[in-house]
């Protein structure tokens, strides 16, 4: 079983990754925010609290999400692995991934980075913006406050998988195809 979190800035391209490295690798995608965004399109409690947050560029507080994130690998039990994306994004929630999959014999395999500049990051979410209908990519101050949530709770994860001999960074500029590559080009020596 293999275990992989997809790391990357907002805009980043983990999405987008995923879509191709859950077929090729056979892993079950657990995307945090489409699950937060599939609860406000259906208007679960779930999802009138996470919007509160989300619409400003917040993190939704760790309980909500562990216990969401937690609930959704539990409904996968044949799972051949798993691909977080967009979780964990607090030192809380990486520890509190580590112990539940402890809890079931299991364990992060590795965290795959994607790198790119800020500047070229916030052109592509106002791009996105225009399309995806996402209140929070439509707005240069949230998109901002989205990269100050990073920097100051995500970003620190990275020294936490890296004690861990788990930490693995690609380029994440290039085409679809290109960075796909790169990606596999890890995974497949781990
Ligand atoms: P992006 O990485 O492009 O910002 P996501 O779809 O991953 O987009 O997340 C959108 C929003 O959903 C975040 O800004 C945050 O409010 C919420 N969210 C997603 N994952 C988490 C998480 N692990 N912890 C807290 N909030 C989260």
Known sequence: MINIVLFGKPGAGKGTQ?????????????S????????????????QLAKTYMDKGDLVPDEV????LESEVDKNPHSAGFLFDGFPRTLAQAAA???????????????VALEADDNILVARLLE??????????????????RYQEYNEKTAPLMH?????????????????????QRLSAVIDKL
Not at 101 to 111: D, M, V
Not at 128 to 145: A, H
């Open 160 to 180: 936490y998988y890296e004690a861990q001999n788990k930490f693995h960074a690609v380029n994440g500029i290039g085409s679809i195809e290109e960075v796909t």
């Open 18 to 30: 995923a879509e191709f490295l859950k077929e090729k690798y056979n892993l079950t995608h657990l």
């Open 65 to 68: 999400t562990i216990k969401m």
């Open 97 to 111: 991934l580590d112990k539940f999959l402890e809890s079931k014999g299991q364990k992060i395999t590795a965290t």
């Open 32 to 47: 945090t925010g489409d699950i937060f965004r599939y609860n406000i399109k259906n208007d679960t409690a779930l999802g």
């Open 128 to 145: 996105r913006g225009k399309t995806s209908g996402r209140p929070d990519d439509q707005d240069e101050e949230k998109i901002r406050n």
